[in-house]
Nanobody, 126 residues
Framework: QVQLVESGGGLVQAGGSLRLSCAPSGRTFSGYTMGWFRQAPGKEREFVAAIRWSGGRTYYYYADSVKGRFTISRDNAKNTVYLQMNNLKPEDTAVYYC?????????????????WGQGTQVTVSS
């Protein structure tokens, strides 16, 4: 069974940092677009960041709300995707999900992703 396993969530004060990890099990997602989404209570799931490989180049995508504070990266040797989150704000509080897409046109759309993790809670206190 293919799974994406997130880790690294927790409770942090505003201005602090966390690094989320996403490690697939059951297969490799080489060549897949990898994304991070989040969902706060009572809100829809929203795009956070994505990393895509095409034509030998790597492309990075970020939501405006996290641009300059969050960084998505991948360690191919460890088959792991990371989301480094700095200068966290209370409005970043949400469950964060890792996702993988084989083919994607709109990287910001959660409907384009084929595999999802179970989510990890990030809570930022003021």
């Amino acid at each position: 069974q293919v799974q994406l396993v997130e880790s690294g969530g927790g409770l942090v004060q505003a201005g602090g940092s966390l690094r989320l990890s996403c490690a697939p099990s059951g297969r490799t997602f080489s060549g897949y677009t990898m994304g991070w989404f989040r969902q706060a209570p009572g809100k829809e799931r929203e795009f956070v960041a994505a990393i895509r490989w095409s034509g030998g180049r790597t492309y990075y995508y970020y939501a405006d709300s996290v641009k300059g504070r969050f960084t998505i990266s991948r360690d191919n040797a460890k088959n792991t995707v990371y989301l480094q989150m700095n200068n966290l704000k209370p409005e970043d509080t949400a469950v964060y999900y890792c996702a993988a897409a084989n083919t994607v046109v709109v990287v910001t759309s959660n409907h384009e992703y084929d595999y999802w993790g179970q989510g990890t809670q990030v809570t930022v206190s003021s």
